[in-house]
Structure formats: C-alpha cells, structure tokens
C-alpha cells in the first residue's frame, strides 16, 4: 500500500471517491434541469393558463441537488482514552495531523475537514467569537501535561470547559473527496461531555469505534455500546488497534503456537461482546465490521518510507470496507432516494398537467360552475385533514401519559435492586479512601462519578424501553394515515370526475396513491432537511432516530438534576452514618462499603419519589414534542397539497377572464413540460442502472 505523507490513501481509494463526486455531479445536474424546467413553467403560466403551484416541487428537488453537491462522508471516531483513535486519525491520512497524546483534558472534539490553507477553528460554548490559530499551535495549546490531567480527573473539571469544538482545515487528497473525520473525547469523561460526541453520532456515515488489544472490552466501553450505541441505527467499524502488540507480549515472541493460542483467545473475547453490534437486518457482518489494526506501527512505516507496505498493519483491510460501506452502500442510498425523489415530482407534474389541459377549452362560464361544485369535496378534504391531526393527538396524549407513567413507575422501583446494580457501576471504588481526611473529596468525587454511571445506565435500559413503545406508537400514526389516505383519494376521484368527466380515469390516468396523496406519512419525512445517516426509503428508522436523539438528551439532562438534587440531599446524611461508626472497625473496608450501600439506598429511596414526580413531566414533554415535530410537517403537507389544488384552479378561472388563451399553444407548453419531467427521471434511472 502507497501511503505518502500528506497524500492519503492510494490511487485506488481516491478513484472510487472520485467516481462518487462525478455520478452525485451528475444526478444533481439532472435535478437541476428539473427545478429549472418547473421554475420557468411557472413563469410562462402566468402568461399563459396560470401557475400550477410547484412551489413545493421546486424546492424538493433544489433541495436534493444541493445535498449531493454539498454532500460529505462523516466519520466519527471513538473509543476510550490512550486506544489510540487519533494515531488511527493520522495512519489513514498520512500526516502527523493531530496530537497522539490523548487524555481527558484533551477533550477538544476535533471536525477534520478539507481547506485550501492549513488552520484551526476553535468555537465556543458561550457567545465568544470563534479563533482561528495555525495547526502548530492547537497541538500545543490543547494538550497537556499528563499529571494535570489526572489532577483534573480526579476533579471532574475540564481542561477547556469553554470550548466547544475545533474545526481542523487540512489539504488533504482523502478530504478533498468529501471525507470528513470527527475526533472525539475519551468514553469514561462525564457524562455531559459525552452528550457533546452523542450530538456528532445524530449526523454521521459511519461510527470508527476503536478498541485496545491490551485491555479488551473493558466495563467502560461495554457501558458505551450499551447505552449510547446498540439499537441505533449505527453503522460500527471495530477497529482492534495494537494488535501487533499480541506477539510482544508473549513470554516467548517467535512461539508460533502461543502467539495463535492468544490470538484466537483474543479474538473470542472480542467476538462475544462485538457480535451484536455487526448484524444488519439479520445478517452477520462481523467479518465486514471487525478489524485487527496496528496504527503506530502504519503511521512509523509511513513516515519513514511513504511507500512501504501497509498490509501487516491491517489498515488496507480496513479501509477497502470502509470504501466499499461508504461509495457503494451508502452512496446507493443516497442516489435512490434522489430519485426516488424525482419520481415523486415527475409524478406531481403529470398530474398536474393531465388535470390542466382538458380545462383549457372550457368557456368561463362552464369552468366557474365546475369549479364551484367541488367546492364541497375541498371542504371534505379539509376535514380529512383536521380529522387526522385530531388523531394524531389523540395517540400524542395517550402514549406521552403513558410513557411518563412508566417513567415514574421505574424511577420508584430503583430501591429494590440499588445494591446490585450500583456495585456494578463502581467496581474501583475505594470506600476506605472515605475514612482518610487528606481522601475524602477524592473520594467524593468518585462516587460522584459512580451515581452518574448508574443513572446513565438505568435510564438506557428505560429509555429503550420507551422508545420500543414509541416505535410502535408511530405505527399506529401510520395505521391511521393509510384510513385518511383512502379516504382522501376517493374525494380526489370525485373532484376529478366533476372537473374532467368521467372519463379521465377510463382513459389511462388512475389516480394511485402516491399521486392522490404525494404527502403520505413516510413521504413527508423525505422533505425535511436530513443528514441522519443518510436515511431513505421507508423513514420509520428516521423517526426512531429522531425519538432516540430526544430521549438521550433527555436522559443525560436527567442524570446531571439528579446527581446534583441526590448529593444535596443525601450525600451528607450518607457519609455521617459511616463516619458514626467507621471509629470501631476503622479499615474494614467490607464494613465500610456495605454501610455505605446500605444507607446510600435508604436516602436513594427518600429522593425517588420526588425526582419521579419533578421529572415526569419533562418525559412527557419529550414525548410530545416528537408527535408534535411529526403531526407539524405531515399536516403543513397535507394543507399544502390541498391549497394547491384548490389554487391552480382560481388562477386558470383568473387568466380566462383576464386574456385569450391559445389551446395548441398551451397545451404543447404543457405537454413539452410533462415530456422534459419525464425524460429526465429516465435518464437518472439509466444513470444509476
């Protein structure tokens, strides 16, 4: 593998990203000559027979364009502090980039992206403009010293607690193809740091999960995939860094059959705990998903000898996956639902066209009296409309009563396994640090982090449960839409028969769903402005995202409140006990922990019911705000499709009192225009075959 500093990965990944940019180039060329083509037909209706309204058309396939030409890999890169993640960073690119240095105060998240000159943008969590400095000195301004920052930990304080991020700009061949990598903070910094790199996950390609051959799997990163990762959605590369470091580790290096003997070991450990992050719809791609990297040793090879073969270090494996994951699948799905997308707006035109023409020699008297007639159906079809928002809100209120109930009824059954499941979160507490004056705010903050860690994990567990129950809430909405959708094409069929005769569906233009009701549930969903992973098709996994991003914010915004209410409220009462009788049996540690737990769970169960009561109302409010994101944009939509329909008909009955229309002439506008709409979906189709 060629690898020369500051050019990136070889001819041959570059080639395959290339061919990407020129079919996105040219799919949003096509989408392009299609908002163009409806831009200027609505320019020449008003000369003509009137506008058809496409405004809405317009905008979807402007909007498709300008997310191919503008569209980015986004690769978000984690695992827990000294795994090697940002090594991993500059292997792939070829260039010392970034600091190798990793630790928790080092936790600037880091935006690689391509520019022409070579800079940094440091942004700010409060209202200080943003600074640019030179690559040289982010290195050495947000790195420190390796003391200060276990001094720091202990604190539970920040290095750069203003600091939200940095945008590194690099001239890089793998950048300029549209990658871009985040680099993110250690997994066991606290939770709110973590909310920052949860933010980065809504709004990437793929997730480079980096793991450490020499502690395998630990609680921390299990905790992670666990809490923040599983169920996601989430494409995963497991990258098992060090793997060189297997063989020195051996009593006996050139020990053939003790090295496979503690590879295959290794590998097992792996396999249990990864494998159920590496199934797709049932199939397993551990293979395609798990990978055994040396980074140092790629970028020492690198920068030695840009030529050198990287075979060994398992980073060409890696990377022929990756490639194939992002130009192949999800570049596929990008491109189908483009068209997919232009379909739709194909299909609006011709219906709207097919509905114009046989209008256009109606007399004004005739096309009046028409119109008025179905003034009733308008009227049936804006009850339609309230109907189903009705609905909607009816299962709004129904499942955030329910789910906020839940939520409260779990918060109060805490108490009963307290005991076990806190053990669990705090396996490196030193409850005798306690009894030590010189130790003690150490080991406040230690238990400290220890709740924060049991919280976060009781509420993934209620959280999945609560989105389960969404999920199928959601279903239930769509169960309801595909009711009003049959009802609304039938009044569509009598708006149509009355305008244009009964013979308009006998003679080849039935009216299906997708263009009776172009604003169907899952279509609605498309329009909005979307780099969730890329979502397309059916966009049920769009909305389970949406409902995931509201609880975990939700989640770590409750663990923060309670963690603060809990050690206001008890931690003082806590840490009285013991210290009452800590002076009989000072250095028991047994005792010690176990009075701690003990009188823990008891103040623990005095605060559950008023942080249930306080909080359930911030879950209910969740809720709802997910319904009501939904029921805003289908019923906008929905409102929209009928105004449309209603408006090209007041502006056809405008332009034939206010000018001649000529019949041929329009009617070959009209047709040329439906014609163009068409031909371009054709040849996108052929472009993608």
């Known amino acids: 593998m060629s690898n020369p500093v500051n050019a990136s990965p070889p001819a041959g990944y570059l080639d395959d990203f290339d061919q990407v940019r ?107 403009p943003p600074q640019q400095i030179d690559v040289a000195t982010f290195k050495w301004k947000y790195t420190i010293d390796p003391s200060e920052s276990k001094a720091l930990q202990d604190k539970d304080e920040q290095a750069f607690p203003n600091v939200s991020h940095a945008v590194i700009e690099y001239p890089l061949p793998l950048l300029a193809k549209g990658i871009e990598i985040v680099d993110t903070p250690g997994l066991n910094d606290t939770e709110a740091r973590n909310e920052l790199v949860l933010n980065y996950l809504n709004d990437c390609h793929a997730v480079l999960f980096v793991l450490n051959t020499t502690q395998p799997c630990t609680l921390d990163e299990r905790r992670y995939l666990r809490n923040f990762l599983q169920n996601r959605g989430l494409t995963i590369f497991f990258l098992l860094n060090a793997w060189d470091k297997v063989k020195t580790s051996l009593l006996d290096p050139e020990d053939k059959s003790a090295l ?56 060409p494996a890696f990377l022929d996956a990756l490639t194939q994951f992002l130009t192949r699948e999800r570049t596929n799905a990008e491109l189908n639902h483009a068209v997919h997308q232009a379909r739709a707006v194909a299909a609006h035109v011709h219906e709207a066209v097919e509905r114009r023409i046989p209008l256009l020699d109606e007399d004004i008297g005739n096309l009046k ?100 129950q969404l999920d199928t809430a959601f279903a239930q909405v769509q169960a309801v839409a595909d009711q009003y959708q049959a009802t609304y094409t039938q009044v569509v069929e009598v708006i149509n028969a009355k305008l244009l005769g009964q013979s308009y569906g006998a003679s080849g233009h039935p009216y299906n769903d997708a263009e009776t009701w172009t604003d169907t549930v899952f279509e609605v969903l498309d329009a909005i402005p979307n780099s969730l992973n890329g979502v397309v098709g059916r966009l049920s996994p769009f909305w389970r995202r949406v409902m995931q991003a509201v609880f975990t914010s939700l989640c770590v915004t409750l663990v923060i409140q309670m963690v603060g209410f809990l050690f206001s409220a008890m931690a003082l009462n806590v840490f009285l006990v013991i210290v009452a009788g800590a002076g009989l049996v000072a250095g028991q540690a047994e005792y010690v922990r176990q009075t701690f737990l003990t009188t823990t769970r008891q103040e623990f169960a005095k605060c559950l019911p008023q942080i249930a009561q306080e909080q359930q109302q911030a879950v209910y409010e969740a809720v709802e705000s997910c319904f009501n994101t939904h029921e805003t944009e289908i019923i906008q939509r929905l409102n929209d499709d009928i105004l449309a329909r209603q408006t090209e008909l007041t502006y056809l009955v405008t332009q034939k009192e206010t000018q001649d229309i000529q019949l041929e002439q329009e009617t070959d506008r009209l047709q040329r225009l439906d014609q163009g709409m068409a031909e371009q979906v054709s040849q996108l189709t052929a472009l993608l075959n």
């Open 22 to 128: 020129r079919v996105r180039e040219q799919v949003a060329d096509h989408l392009d000559h299609m908002s163009q083509g409806l831009i200027q037909s609505e320019l020449d209706g008003t000369k003509a027979s009137g506008s058809l309204g496409f405004d809405r058309q317009i905008t979807l396939v402007k909007t498709a364009s300008d997310h191919l030409r503008q569209g980015v890999f986004r690769l978000v890169v984690l695992g827990d502090l000294k795994r090697g993640k940002s090594t991993l960073i500059n292997a792939i690119l070829g260039e010392r980039l970034l600091p190798s240095d990793v630790n928790p105060c080092t936790a600037i998240l880091s935006v690689l992206k391509y520019g022409p000159q070579k800079q940094v943008t440091i942004y700010f969590r409060d209202d200080t």
């Open 369 to 468: 009296a028409k119109v008025a007639s179905v003034q009733s159906e308008f009227d049936q079809l804006a009850t339609v409309s309230t109907d189903f928002q009705t609905e909607i809100r009816q299962i709004r209120d129904r499942e955030a009563q329910s789910i906020a109930d839940s939520f409260r009824a779990y918060m109060l059954q805490l108490e009963k396994t307290f005991e076990t499941d806190f053990v669990a979160s705090q396996p490196d507490l030193e409850f005798l640090d306690f009894l030590n004056k010189q130790n003690r705010a150490k080991f406040h903050e230690s238990f400290k982090r220890a709740f924060e860690r049991y919280l976060t994990d009781k509420l993934a567990e209620w959280e999945m449960q609560a989105t389960q």
């Open 260 to 315: 496979t003997e503690a590879e295959a070991k290794l590998r097992q450990v792996f396999q249990t705990h990864l494998s159920p992050y590496c199934s797709v719809n049932g199939e397993d791609r551990y293979q395609q998903r798990v990978f055994e990297i040396s980074a140092l040793p790629a970028l020492r090879s690198q920068l030695h000898d840009p030529k050198a073969s990287l075979d060994e270090t398992g980073i």
